[in-house]
């Protein structure tokens, strides 16, 4: 997460406040809004990038990790550097690093000099800013207000930048395109007892 200007003196313990709300565990029970991660050694893996910055909430202490499985709690870790593991590598687990810059245009340079274009969303109540964002944005799918810009099907699901493999987005009406030869049947149906056979080329009557 990106916070221009003062936006996240707000931002940050406002979102460490819902952290401490997620209910963490198995899939059984049905009051569980996060689950394990996949394996042990996974679990390790994403923990370990909590030494790696300012951490305001810390995952390894929600009471689920005390029982079985791979649990890790909600993670929330400020002011973290572009140049840190945190920021460039996919961590693939719970974890929130907010980069904090004092302009839009810095913002917006972190996006755009990503090498990976897959996502990215915008939250804004100025409309004019969210406007600029959609088309300043190099990726392939923009959220505004919207945390995880994934489309409804009939639109392309898909990447630029390094997040795209070949030509075409192969979610979404392309793949589609590329996967299919193809026809188009044209029919009419006159009354026989009206109409004659004609194989000339169709007239608009």
């Not at 009406?173 to 044209?186: A, D, I, N, S």
Request: proline share 8%.
């Amino acid at each position: 997460m990106v916070a221009v200007g003062s936006a996240g003196d707000a931002l940050v313990p406002a979102i460490a406040a819902r952290l401490a709300k997620i209910r963490v565990g198995p899939a059984s029970d049905p009051d569980s809004e996060m689950g394990p991660l996949i394996t042990r050694e996974h679990r390790d893996r994403v923990a370990g990038y909590l030494s790696l910055g300012e951490l305001v909430v810390d995952g390894r202490e929600d009471p689920a990790t005390d029982g079985p499985g791979f649990f890790l709690g909600a993670s929330l870790v400020d002011n973290v550097d572009t140049g840190s593991p945190l920021y460039t590598d996919e961590i693939f687990g719970p974890v929130l690093s907010v980069v904090r810059v004092d302009t839009y245009d810095e913002a917006l340079k972190l996006v755009n000099d990503n090498p990976y274009g897959n996502g990215t969303a915008i939250f804004t109540r100025d409309g004019g800013a969210a406007r600029r964002f959609q088309y300043d944005a190099v990726c392939g799918m923009v959220g505004v207000n919207v945390p995880i810009p994934v489309p409804v099907a009939y639109y392309s699901f898909g990447g630029w930048k390094a997040s795209l493999f070949g030509d075409l987005h192969m979610y979404g009406p392309e793949g589609l395109q590329f996967y299919t030869r193809t026809k188009v049947v044209t029919s009419r149906w006159p009354d026989p007892s009206t109409s004659e056979v004609d194989l000339g080329f169709p007239k608009v009557r």
